[in-house]
């Protein structure tokens, strides 16, 4: 399938939409909001988006196809590295990648089911976060630092699903955050579950150095 391509205009939109959503939430930011900041009138949202429910459709589509190049980018400026540093370095960023864009989950659940251009970039994504995971841990086991070859795929499932786990589920896991406050309480989960998935990333490896 062909990739879906936004022109430099819907790019100018969506980055000023990601930044009044991320800092106002989707509920509190206006179309009005939206075409103030990007200079636009409000009949273009329509134009391009159909909706400012439609567009965040489209800025989830945009987000990922950006996260998959900065990953990209990302994981090649460490891939010199020793294994154990690109794995805990790899850990953080996804970590941090879903914690940051913690607005996008739910919303556009539905729209993911039946998007087939966003399920094309997620799997994507996920494939190229599984081929540099198996990197890794090749390079591992020819070192010698990890003694156990886990399943890139199930590394993984392990990293996204704990963590989309704990965002969606505050009312649960902040029982096990009890200096956390409301305006705290994602920064704090970030740091648990980054510290938790390390644990156990590292103990599925056989490395036994990592504290």
């Known amino acids: ?44 949202i ?3 988006f159909g909706s400012k429910e439609k567009m965040m459709t489209f800025l989830y589509q945009y987000r990922v196809q950006r996260s998959k190049e900065s990953f990209s980018e ?11 540093m690109q794995m805990k370095e790899i850990i953080n960023y996804i970590v941090g990648l879903l914690f940051k864009y913690n607005y996008f989950h739910g919303f556009v659940t539905q729209e993911i089911r039946v998007n087939d251009f966003i399920k094309d970039d997620l799997l994507d994504f996920y494939k190229i976060c599984v081929s540099r995971l198996e990197e890794i841990i090749k390079k591992g086991i020819i070192s010698g ?9 199930d590394i993984l499932t392990n990293i996204i699903g704990s963590t989309l786990f704990v ?10 955050l009890p200096s956390a406050t409301e305006a705290n309480y994602l920064s704090e989960a970030e740091k648990k579950v980054k510290s938790n998935l390390l644990q156990t990333t590292f103990a599925l490896l056989g490395f036994e150095l990592y504290v």
């Open 1 to 44: 399938m062909v990739k879906k391509k936004f022109t430099d205009k819907q790019k100018k939109i969506l980055d000023v939409a990601e930044e009044l959503i991320a800092t106002k939430g989707f509920d509190a930011t206006s179309v009005r909001d939206i075409c103030s900041k990007a200079g636009i009138n409000v009949a273009m």
């Open 46 to 48: 329509s134009y391009y």
């Open 74 to 84: 990302f994981a090649e400026t460490i891939k010199e590295g020793k294994a154990e």
């Open 145 to 153: 630092v990890f003694t156990n070859a886990p399943k890139s795929e």
């Open 167 to 176: 965002i969606r589920n505050k009312n649960f896991y902040e029982l096990y």
